[in-house]
Antibody
Framework: EVHLVESGGGLVQPGGSLRLSCAAS????????MNWVRQAPGKGLEWISY????????YYADSVKGRFTISRDNAKNSLFLQMSSLRAEDTALYYC???????????WGQGTQVTVSS | DIVMTQSPESLAVSLGEGATISCKSS????????????LAWYRQKPGQPPKLLIY???TRESGVPDRFSGSGSGTDFTLTISSLQAEDVAVYYC?????????FGQGTKLEIK
């Protein structure tokens, strides 16, 4: 069974940094592209970043470009999101999601909460 | 960016009745080289992550009940639930994966009447 577990969220001050992790199991992680998607409280879904299975391609939403960095470690079945210069509007539940061949998001984790506040 | 617009924003349907959700994209999601529409539907129950229901606009994900169906092509798509069950209370999202930034519709909240 596919299992994605996010961690690393928490309360951080504006301008601060945070590193999210996503541990994958139950599938061949190294053959799947991965994404981060966030959901602000009471709002809809916002895609923020993509990484190809080999890390050769990385894409970002304009809202996080230059501040967030996506990476992965296939040997450890792990996905990461390094977030810096955090703003109040980054407050959200952050999900990792696998994407077969970079297409539809076939599996999602439960999410990790990030709150940016002073 | 491709803008995804869903309608209605909310919908109340009686148990056993059908429900239809529309999704329109600001540009075509049809890729002629493989004859596919790059459109997915997700269901998000309260307090849970989204779950994939439909991909390629009309292909049902494994394990998804056959009361869920997707249709449409180009810029106009529809998710149909043929006979509403209590567990279908959720917010439904369409999403385009034609190109980055991947974008979602604003969501349609489905409730029981």
């Amino acid at each position: 069974e596919v299992h994605l577990v996010e961690s690393g969220g928490g309360l951080v001050q504006p301008g601060g940094s945070l590193r999210l992790s996503c541990a994958a199991s139950g599938f061949t992680f190294s053959t799947y592209d991965m994404n981060w998607v966030r959901q602000a409280p009471g709002k809809g879904l916002e895609w923020i970043s993509y990484i190809s299975f080999s890390s050769s391609a990385k894409y970002y939403a304009d809202s996080v470009k230059g501040r967030f960095t996506i990476s992965r470690d296939n040997a450890k079945n792990s996905l990461f999101l390094q977030m810096s210069s955090l703003r109040a509007e980054d407050t959200a539940l952050y999900y990792c999601a696998s994407a077969w061949s970079g297409y539809y998001f076939n599996s999602w984790g439960q999410g990790t909460q990030v709150t940016v506040s002073s | 960016d491709i803008v995804m617009t869903q309608s209605p924003e909310s919908l109340a349907v009686s148990l056993g009745e059908g429900a239809t959700i529309s999704c329109k994209s600001s540009q075509s999601l049809f890729y002629s080289s493989n004859n596919k529409n790059y459109l997915a539907w997700y269901r998000q129950k309260p307090g849970q992550p989204p779950k994939l229901l439909i991909y390629w606009a009309s292909t049902r994900e494994s394990g998804v009940p056959d009361r869920f169906s997707g249709s449409g092509s180009g810029t106009d798509f529809t998710l149909t639930i043929s006979s509403l069950q209590a567990e279908d209370v959720a917010v439904y999202y369409c999403q385009q994966y034609y190109g980055t930034p991947y974008t979602f519709g604003q969501g349609t909240k489905l409730e029981i009447k």
